[in-house]
Nanobody
Framework: QVHLVESGGGLVQAGGSLRLSCAASGGAFSSIAVGWFRQAPGKEREFVAAISWSGGDTLYTDSVKGRFTISRDNAKNTVYLQMNSLKPEDTDVYYC?????????????????WGQGTQVTVSS
């Protein structure tokens, strides 16, 4: 069982940056793909980005391409989401999630592992 904990959220002005972290414990973190999702109250969960177990493959939703970068450090059991050029529409609760493959995270299969979320608020 992999336990995921997000951190790094906060309040930032439009155009600013934040780096989210997803720290894992309790399982074979280096063998799973990890993704970031976001969701506002009353709205559907949205895929943001994902990275393969090795870090060699990444996926992004179109709205964040060129602004967000996902990376991982398996020695530290941590996945990062660097968010630059933030916009008010990026405001959401951001969750990290883990599953066997990148494809499963991208197509919306309910992830096997799920964090508690961290709030990101971008002011205009």
């Amino acid at each position: 069982q992999v336990h995921l904990v997000e951190s790094g959220g906060g309040l930032v002005q439009a155009g600013g940056s934040l780096r989210l972290s997803c720290a894992a414990s309790g399982g074979a973190f280096s063998s799973i793909a990890v993704g970031w999702f976001r969701q506002a109250p009353g709205k559907e969960r949205e895929f943001v980005a994902a990275i393969s177990w090795s870090g060699g493959d990444t996926l992004y939703t179109d709205s964040v391409k060129g602004r967000f970068t996902i990376s991982r450090d398996n020695a530290k059991n941590t996945v990062y989401l660097q968010m630059n050029s933030l916009k008010p529409e990026d405001t959401d609760v951001y969750y990290c999630a883990g599953d066997r493959t990148l494809a499963r995270l991208r197509v919306g299969v309910q992830p096997a592992y799920w964090g508690q979320g961290t709030q990101v608020t971008v002011s205009s």
